[in-house]
């Protein structure tokens, strides 16, 4: 995603109700942390399961929250989602930067690159791959799903190999 509606994405949310970003900085989503960090708008947090317990509490106290975070992290905080998120339906929005999208990202990405699709889908979590054509459209989904009280997921494929 090029680094312009990167930093547009954390603009629009901020302009439109996110007053929380929190999570682990991903390369997949540099742009997006830069513009909060710059904005002085972000907590960085050391793992995944962190960003999601604060950004729920946030929101419990009606205070709107993003939990940025790579694919692999969202993984590792399943536990967390099932058990706290989805089970108290608190919501928020999950960004969630998709390493192993290409098959010659680093051998690392590949496994959950590849199965990150079914594990939002067993999940039952609704979700959307945001482009550069439709990064607008589906910031506005992802506001009217947690206006309706819900949790879902924004998904940024990584197309670049670093």
Request: with cysteine; charged share 25%; aromatic share 8%.
């Amino acid at each position: 995603m090029k680094e312009i509606n990167q930093r547009n994405i954390f603009d629009y949310l901020s302009k439109n109700g996110i007053q929380n970003f929190v999570g682990v900085p991903d390369s997949t989503l540099k742009h997006f942390v830069d513009q909060g960090l710059k904005k002085r708008e972000i907590i960085i947090t050391t793992r995944e399961e962190e960003a999601i317990g604060i950004s729920v509490g946030m929101s419990m106290a009606k205070s709107s929250s993003l939990v940025f975070m790579q694919n692999a992290g969202f993984a590792n905080s399943l536990s967390t989602i099932t058990s706290l998120v989805e089970l108290y339906n608190v919501p928020m929005i999950f960004l969630i930067g998709w390493r192993g999208y290409r098959k010659d990202d680093a051998p690392e990405h590949t496994k959950i690159g590849r199965i990150q699709p079914n594990l939002i889908k067993i999940l039952g979590l609704k979700s959307k791959i945001v482009t550069d054509k439709n990064w607008e459209k589906s910031c506005d989904w992802a506001l009217k799903k947690i206006k309706e009280d819900e949790f879902c997921a924004l998904i940024v494929r990584r197309e670049f190999l670093d």
